[in-house]
């Protein structure tokens, strides 16, 4: 099956400062997502991107689906940008099971 | 998007004892999976819910295990049998809706710890 490595595991930023979060695939994959799983545990989609590039508003993710990976961008950080961030990947660029990375752990300080 | 809930929020349970988990959905949805997260750990796929017949299990999952049902378009429902310590997890459903590019939407989960 597919395999999904996150970088970095876990990041420290200052409120206000920008990180870039990396998502690698062992295969190539039709169906990529990027969720933000906040402190109380709720999982949130951020971006449906098995290529190109997309944003809203201080987030922007870009897949580069020939080379296997996905970066997802944060800028101007906020505290309630803490959490977990998850890439998964599936086979079906429609209705796919997933697989997910391991995450990335972000802790943004005031 | 969807509004999905799921019931209960939070049990704990004994060992040995089994607990039915439910996923509701505000509207007619493609797919539901069901979804594990261990303590601290990423997300493992347990199963696809289909409707009208046998769920399809992942590689280390099985039925009697994790009896899972989908009577419907928007309800479906994972039992947990015979709990271990080791099933305490969050239990997670998720959804595909048409239209909204097999993107998958999350509900709030179930925090079960067995003892």
């Known amino acids: 099956g597919i395999q999904v490595e996150q970088s970095p595991p876990d990041l420290i930023l200052q409120e206000g400062a920008n990180s870039t979060l990396r998502c690698n695939f062992s295969d190539s994959v039709n169906n990529l997502q990027w969720f933000h799983q906040n402190p109380w545990g709720q999982l949130i989609n951020l971006f449906y991107?098995?290529?190109g590039t997309k944003q809203n508003g201080r987030l922007s993710a870009t897949t580069v689906a020939t080379e296997r990976y996905s970066l997802l961008y944060i800028s101007s950080s906020q505290t309630t940008d803490s959490g977990v961030y998850f890439c998964?990947?599936?086979?079906?660029?429609?209705?796919?099971?997933?697989?997910f990375g391991k995450g990335t752990m972000l802790l943004v300080s005031p | 998007s969807a509004v999905i809930s799921q019931k209960p929020s939070r049990d704990i349970c004994q060992r040995g004892t089994s607990l039915t988990i439910q996923c509701q959905v505000d509207s007619q949805v493609t797919m539901m999976f069901w979804y594990r997260q261990q303590p601290g750990q990423s997300l493992t796929l347990i199963a696809t819910?289909?409707?009208?017949?046998?769920?399809?299990?992942e590689s280390g999952f099985v039925i009697d295990k994790f009896p899972i049902s989908r009577p419907n378009l928007t309800f479906s429902t994972l039992t947990v049998s015979n709990m271990s310590p080791e099933d305490s997890s969050i239990y997670l459903c998720?959804?595909?809706?048409?239209?909204?590019?097999?993107?998958?939407?999350f509900g709030p989960g179930t925090r079960l710890l067995v003892l």
């Open positions: 819910a289909n409707q009208g017949s046998e769920a399809t299990y």
């Open positions: 998720s959804v595909a809706i048409a239209g909204a590019l097999g993107t998958q939407y």
């Open positions: 998964a990947g599936g086979m079906n660029s429609g209705y796919s099971t997933l697989t």
């Open positions: 991107i098995p290529s």
